[in-house]
Nanobody, 120 residues
């Protein structure tokens, strides 16, 4: 079982930046998802186990980046130019295998979530 520990959420003004971190108990392909009140959980960004292949949702592609420090089994989500509509609980997730995926059902392990609030 993969354990995930997230950190880095908080309150920021529109246009600001935040970096989320997620440390896993083992090296695997990982992703970030988010869920706003009253909405379904949606894909944000993901990175393959090898750290080369990444994918992003269209809504964040030009503003967010994902990276990993393999030595620390930690994945980072750098969020720039934040907008009020980015407000949500952000979840780190891990999947088995080496490939990258944006599909929620591919992810087996989930973190506890961290709140990101962007004020206008």
């Amino acid at each position: 079982q993969v354990q995930l520990v997230e950190s880095g959420g908080g309150l920021v003004q529109a246009g600001g930046s935040l970096r989320l971190s997620c440390t896993a108990s083992e090296r695997t392909s990982m992703g970030w998802f988010r869920q706003a009140p009253g909405k379904e959980r949606e894909f944000v960004s993901a990175i393959a186990r090898g750290g080369i292949n990444t994918i992003h949702a269209d809504s964040v592609k030009a503003r967010f980046s994902i990276s990993r420090d393999s030595a620390k089994n930690t994945v980072y989500l750098q969020m720039n130019s934040l907008k009020p509509e980015d407000t949500a609980v952000y979840y780190c997730a891990a999947k088995r295998g080496v490939s990258v995926s944006g599909r929620t059902n591919d992810y087996v392990y989930w973190g506890q979530g961290t709140q990101v609030t962007v004020s206008s």
